[in-house]
């Protein structure tokens, strides 16, 4: 096989969405600091929402990106919550898969602090091929061809061989 078409792990995104800033962001910032072993960064909101009375410029909850070998040793520890199983809707049609955990204790190793409380995440995983620095470079920026990008099937096929998981329907 042509290693140029080998698909691999570009970055893993754990994000924890708030809503508002102060006490509750510093303890979610706290947790991610805890799961990841990372330093987090501050999301601001883009729109104003007047029912939920957030404004544009706005802290509104934090992330973290991870790449290369803490990136796949981070959804190692992170599937064994999800029993191993992933839904094929957390699929996107470009091979990103997007899930959910309900409680940063069920980690492996995180014991419940009642300062904290219970804080969810929502976990990205961006599949990409090699070659991929032709459309993020500065100068002369191309499309990657559809023919080199990751589609649904490839991506499951991926997930389930590198990390063992099951797709359910």
């Excluded at 809503?19 to 987090?40: H, I, N, P, Y």
């Excluded at 049609?93 to 904290?116: H, L, R, V």
Aim: glycine share 12%; proline share 4%; net charge positive.
């Amino acid at each position: 096989m042509n290693p140029m078409r080998e698909i691999h792990v570009d970055k893993v995104t754990v994000n924890i969405g708030v809503g508002e800033a102060g006490e509750r962001l510093a303890k979610a910032q706290k947790v991610l600091e805890m799961v990841t072993g990372q330093k987090s960064v501050q999301t601001i909101s883009k729109n104003v929402n007047r029912d939920l009375g957030i404004r544009v410029g706005m802290p509104i909850g934090c992330k973290v990106t991870l790449r290369g070998e803490v990136a796949e040793a981070f959804i190692v520890r992170a599937l064994p919550i999800r029993e191993g199983r992933v839904y094929k809707y957390s699929f996107d049609k470009e091979g990103n898969m997007s899930i959910g955990i309900p409680d940063y204790t069920d980690f492996e190793g995180m014991k419940y602090d009642p300062e904290i409380g219970i804080f969810g995440m929502d976990v990205s995983v961006v599949l990409r091929r090699y070659g991929g620095r032709v459309a993020t470079r500065s100068l002369l920026k191309r499309r990657i061809p559809k023919s080199h990008r990751v589609g649904r099937d490839e991506g499951i096929e991926f997930m389930k061989g590198k990390f063992n998981i099951e797709v359910v329907e």
